[in-house]
């Protein structure tokens, strides 16, 4: 069984739409009212990682290796994405239009780098402690709901990634170098994301996600905040609002892919972090080449 698994943010680069068919790029265009493929072509970088313009940048780019790929016969029984890459695998499951979803994350985008004053949150990538060890430090690190930080992504690999307030984070950090982890790293962001600092992106997405039509699930997608397949068409736009908040289960959502019968996945869009996550979760899973 074969599984197509979609990139987040963080896998974008100037220039990562070369070789592929432009035909999504000028439908991304139109959809948004303004030239995102020029600064995926061209940049300026620091324009391409605004959050507003690096999610629907990143969607379209996957979307166009979606293309490329049923071109050469290549398709999946299943799919899963990583935080934002949970819309491009819902667009090829046929749940969302392009133009919805690259509409949809712009705006998710938008409203969770306008969540949070810049400088008042935060993230860190803790790697060498066991997950639950980091959800227990979290806790420690947060007196109240006001200061406060949680596992924002279980990426497995022995890396977990955390957000909150920026005060909690650092405190988290110290109480996890105290504990032996093997490397603590902040991490350069726009915004926490998968914190409970999105609650005012979650319900701004929430209204916008009522105005779009789900169509039948054709393949299941495993979702981020529950870590098991949905083909409940149903249930899209409550998973979709409750990621903005949750952790991400990406280790759990790779070993329920393996359990599911996957024995080849390919990451469809730019970059390749979720094979090397995929290699140490589930080594029996073959990787799928993308180009060539």
Not at 149 to 175: E, F, T, W
Not at 197 to 226: D, H
Request: hydrophobic share 45%; net charge negative; charged share 20%.
């Amino acid at each position: 069984m074969r599984a197509f698994l979609f990139p987040g943010q963080g896998s974008q680069k100037v220039g990562m739409a070369e070789g592929l068919s432009r035909r999504r790029f000028e439908e991304a265009d139109e959809a948004l009212g303004y030239s995102l493929s020029k600064i995926i072509d061209a940049g300026p970088a620091d324009e391409l990682t605004r959050t507003h313009n690096t999610q629907p940048a990143i969607l379209t780019v996957s979307i166009a290796y979606v293309d490329m790929l049923r071109q050469r016969g290549v398709e999946a029984e299943i799919a899963a994405g990583h935080s934002l890459g949970e819309y491009s695998a819902l667009v090829y499951a046929g749940a969302l239009a392009f133009a919805d979803a690259v509409k949809l994350v712009h705006l998710r985008g938008k409203f969770m780098q306008e969540a949070v004053p810049e400088g008042f949150g935060g993230m860190a990538a803790i790697i060498g402690l066991e997950a639950s060890t980091v959800a227990d430090t979290c806790r420690e690190a947060s007196p109240d709901e006001s200061d406060s930080c949680q596992p924002a992504n279980y990426n497995g690999g022995g890396q977990v990634v955390i957000a909150g307030h920026k005060s909690a984070v650092d405190r988290a950090m110290a109480l996890a170098k105290q504990k032996g982890a093997k490397m603590v790293k902040a991490l350069t962001v726009s915004a926490p994301f998968h914190s409970s600092l999105m609650a005012p992106a979650a319900e701004k997405l929430q209204a916008e996600l009522e105005r779009v039509k789900i169509s039948p699930l054709k393949i299941p997608v495993v979702a981020n905040v529950t870590a098991e397949p949905n083909d409940d068409a149903g249930r899209v736009k409550e998973l979709l609002y409750r990621q903005v908040t949750g952790s991400v289960r990406w280790e759990e959502t790779v070993q329920r892919l393996a359990a599911h019968g996957v024995d080849e996945a390919f990451e469809v869009g730019p970059g390749n972090v979720l094979q090397g996550l995929l290699k140490r979760i589930a080594p029996g899973i073959k990787l799928g080449v993308l180009n060539g």
